[in-house]
């Protein structure tokens, strides 16, 4: 299995040169990719500038939000910056979208809230065509830059989400759910790509880690914040994130037994030695 982790970039209090860092010691040490959490509404560093950033500092570690929240972003616009970044970090670039789970989100950008699913299935149908080269309606000329396309990876929770990747996803992601939810959930996928003629989408996993007894509370600060919308969540990503490094290698080695090809550490303290504290538990 590889492993990936996650930029420090929705914590409390992160500079931004500090995600930089980070991500040119997570090369050093040997992970796979590098992943984002992000919020609209929300005082996190925006996913896409953080990668593009992260992307000028390093040369082979991959680049993933996981995931960004899609529908309420312009879907052309979008297209355009990721085939950007793509060809900026050199083909590293997969595409992580989901439909979030805060309706701010969209207000903030001035959208309503509604159709969140319908809204994304034409986000990844957008994308395509514009890394096809295809012209947007009203447009002259295709948008450009033509990469090869970006891998899309979807998220998502519930089996509509699930059902989705199978339909249109090159990958999915599962947030931090027990492993045979995650075998639940790739056998939904698997059989929505059967029946939709197509090979069943790549799959990841991400989940939250704070290494260290020291970093106990800075961790459940950062959760309580983040997920301060859903009290019960907050309190259930605290109960369920790897502390140890025998979390780490017990989520590791269960999740690698149900399909995951990687693992992405999402970090939960800000310092930048839990870059090490994550890779010797992984045994990178």
């Given amino acids: 299995m590889d492993i990936g982790i996650g930029l420090p970039n929705s914590l409390i209090g992160v500079e931004g040169p500090e995600l930089v860092t980070w991500a040119r010691k997570a090369e050093e040490r040997g992970f796979s990719v590098l992943g984002t959490i992000g919020r609209i509404a929300y005082?996190?560093?925006?996913?896409?500038?953080?990668?593009?950033?992260?992307?000028?500092?390093?040369?082979?570690?991959?680049?993933?939000?996981t995931v960004l929240v899609a529908p309420p972003r312009q879907a052309v616009l979008l297209a355009k910056q990721?085939?950007?970044?793509?060809?900026?970090?050199?083909?590293r670039f997969r595409l992580g979208i989901g439909i979030?789970?805060?309706?701010?989100?969209?207000?903030?950008?001035?959208?309503?809230?509604?159709g969140k699913g319908d809204a994304l299935e034409e986000v990844v149908a957008t994308c395509r065509s514009v890394w096809a080269g295809e012209t947007p309606e009203g447009a002259e000329l295709p948008v450009?830059?033509?990469?090869?396309?970006?891998?899309?990876?979807?998220g998502g929770f519930s089996e509509p989400a699930f059902r989705r990747a199978g339909r249109i996803a090159d990958a999915f992601v599962?947030?931090?759910?027990?492993?045979?939810?995650?075998?639940?959930?790739?056998?939904?996928?698997?059989e929505e790509a059967e029946a939709a003629g197509r090979p069943a989408p790549r799959l990841y996993a991400a989940t939250y880690v704070a290494l260290g007894d020291d970093v106990?509370?800075?961790?459940?600060?950062?959760?309580?914040?983040?997920?301060?919308?859903?009290?019960?969540?907050?309190?259930?990503?605290?109960?369920?994130?790897?502390?140890t490094p025998e979390d780490?290698?017990?989520?590791?080695?269960?999740?690698?037994?149900?399909?995951?090809?990687e693992l992405?550490?999402?970090?939960?303290?800000?310092?930048l030695d839990q870059v090490d504290r994550m890779a010797d538990a992984a045994g990178l």
């Fill in 43 to 65: 005082d996190t560093h925006e996913e896409l500038i953080a990668l593009a950033a992260a992307a000028g500092a390093t040369e082979r570690i991959d680049l993933m939000p």
């Fill in 82 to 91: 990721a085939a950007t970044l793509d060809a900026i970090s050199g083909g």
């Fill in 100 to 114: 979030g789970g805060r309706d701010d989100d969209y207000l903030a950008l001035g959208e309503e809230p509604t």
């Fill in 144 to 154: 450009g830059p033509t990469p090869p396309s970006p891998e899309i990876v979807l």
């Fill in 174 to 190: 599962a947030g931090p759910i027990p492993p045979d939810a995650v075998a639940g959930a790739r056998q939904v996928m698997a």
């Fill in 216 to 243: 106990r509370e800075e961790a459940d600060r950062n959760a309580g914040s983040y997920y301060a919308f859903a009290p019960d969540m907050a309190q259930m990503i605290k109960d369920n994130m790897l502390r």
């Fill in 248 to 261: 780490v290698q017990g989520a590791r080695d269960a999740l690698a037994e149900v399909g995951v090809e």
């Fill in 264 to 271: 992405c550490l999402w970090p939960m303290a800000a310092g």
